[in-house]
């Protein structure tokens, strides 16, 4: 009995479908707002919060980031300013035209007297659709923190790296069968 041989045009065939699949997925989603928050804050203390906020190929003409404040923060400033809404507990951008790039906006609260887990939540809005911001979700109130309040971004490869990586040692694994088939 022969062992089955794949061929490596169907090898190819096969990584080709799944990088169209990953780049249709990232063509929904042409635009990402990322969260950075510090892990733990002090009581009654001001830190920084910092959206990243970046596009793909398609950018849409307009964008609005809303970003849900936990009960018990208050609001102190932000850069880009904004608009905080306190009977929603909002902080709100919006940008239009000339003002729609990859930008960085960083705000400042003061941490409620509470200690305990605290949840943020926002999304962003365009002609794309909504999706929810990314990154940190969860920051932490307690007393006696050692660690830096400002936030930082993050850095680890995408997706896309991990695919044609997993691409790349799947080719070399099939030569290496089809060299000794041969």
Known sequence: MTKPIIKLSTVFALITLLILLSSASSAQAQTVVTRFLPKYVEPNKPFKVMLKLEFGSIKPNGVIIVEKIPKGF????????????????????????????????????IAPSEAKKYKFEGFVKTVHGTFLIKGDKELIVRKNVTEKTTPEPKRCPGFSITLFLFALFAIILIQKRLTKNT
């Open 74 to 109: 208050k609001y102190n400033s932000s850069d880009p300013k904004g608009l905080f809404l306190e009977s929603f507990n909002e902080l709100r951008w919006g940008f239009y035209c000339d003002e729609v790039f990859n930008r960085t906006i960083t705000y400042t609260l």
